[in-house]
């Protein structure tokens, strides 16, 4: 499922953008991990799927707490899945819930994305909606992000 990112024109870096059948390869991957989301307390599942630089692709499920403020959502899962196995840039992150006809990353699972945008292009999201998956490049949900770049960082090197 490895290809070479289509790039558009974007502010400041390269917006990428992933060919339609790759994108909905993806969206199926976080649809198939919505399945096994923990979420007793509200009854919405989402699933996410990550496309790390290398072509690895990693799922998560949101997993609800008690103590509604521990709850993880399923972005975060998958890319803290890939950062545990080394991983440092993610191309692309397909996002679902099967109770709406869109979802977007909340403003957290934003930024933690943000963490992990490749140093030559923009991550895109692969949002699933009722006509098939919309791809949203994250600088168009997280403008003026804050990121490593501001702490004089960009490769995931730690000091």
């Known amino acids: 499922m490895h290809r070479r990112v289509r790039r558009e024109r974007g502010r400041g870096m390269e ?8 994108a909905r390869a993806l969206r199926d991957r976080a649809r198939a991990a919505a399945v096994n989301a923990y979420v007793p ?14 072509g690895t692709v990693f799922t998560g499920a949101n997993v609800e707490n008690a103590s509604y403020g521990l709850t993880v ?6 890319v803290f899945a890939a950062a545990a196995a080394g991983h440092r840039a993610v191309r692309a992150v397909a996002v679902t819930a099967p109770r709406t006809a869109t979802v977007t990353p909340c403003g957290a699972c934003r930024q933690v994305l ?9 991550l895109v999201l692969v949002l699933d909606g009722s006509d098939g ?5 994250l600088a168009a949900l997280l403008p003026r992000s804050f990121g ?5 960082r960009r490769d995931g090197s730690q000091p």
């Open 41 to 54: 307390y509200s009854s919405f599942a989402v699933g996410a799927a990550v496309l790390t630089a290398d």
């Open 114 to 122: 943000n963490e992990f945008v490749p140093a030559t292009e923009d």
């Open 148 to 152: 490593p770049s501001d702490l004089g």
């Open 15 to 22: 917006a990428a953008r992933l060919p339609e059948d790759e």
């Open 73 to 78: 959502c399923a972005e975060r899962v998958a």
């Open 133 to 137: 998956p919309e791809q949203v490049p």
